[in-house]
């Protein structure tokens, strides 16, 4: 009776103290989003991985339903959203951009109102809602906003 006791009370607690934490993927390799081997560690963020972009590496986000919980972009390193693909940020830890995001040819989706988004000093986001579906855009609408006083925000009317 005593072996049966402890025996629940072990399934009990790891029942309840069980946790999904979200895993951090940090782009290591060249070239587009969706190469699992380009990631550490490997495989494609999923909407539970906080993405970390890294000095010097310059992925392209090339399929049209990147997903990602935050996104850390440090200095040296860039991002670009490319033609008719999107990135979505599912989580309010949100952005943070000291290097550059780049999406001029494509579309960020921000899923959570209140998501921080931060343009750190010496940060670049460069974006054209011309090019993506305005209605639709999530990136100011959604954001409590931080921009450095030493960062830059390019917003291009897509017209020429």
């Known amino acids: 009776m005593k072996i049966r006791f402890i025996k629940y009370l072990f399934l009990a607690s790891i029942f309840f103290s069980s946790h999904v934490y979200a895993a951090v993927k940090t782009f290591t390799g060249t070239g587009n989003w969706n190469s699992t081997n380009a990631w ?3 495989g494609t ?7 970390v972009i890294p000095t010097g590496k310059s992925p392209n986000v090339n399929i049209s339903n990147g997903q ?19 990135l979505t940020v599912n989580n309010t830890a949100g952005l943070s951009i000291s290097g550059t ?17 931060s343009i750190n000093s010496g940060g670049t986001v460069s974006w054209s809602p011309g090019t993506n579906n305005l209605a639709n855009a999530t990136l100011f609408t959604n954001c409590t906003e931080n921009f450095a006083a030493t960062s830059t925000l390019v917003i291009k009317s897509g017209m020429i």
């Open 101 to 117: 995001l780049d999406i001029s040819s494509g579309a960020i989706t921000i899923s959570n109102t209140g998501t921080a988004f």
């Open 45 to 51: 963020p999923s909407s539970s991985d906080d993405v």
């Open 68 to 86: 990602c919980r935050s996104l850390t972009i440090q200095t040296g390193a860039t991002l670009s959203i490319g033609n008719s693909k999107s």
């Open 40 to 42: 550490t560690p490997n």
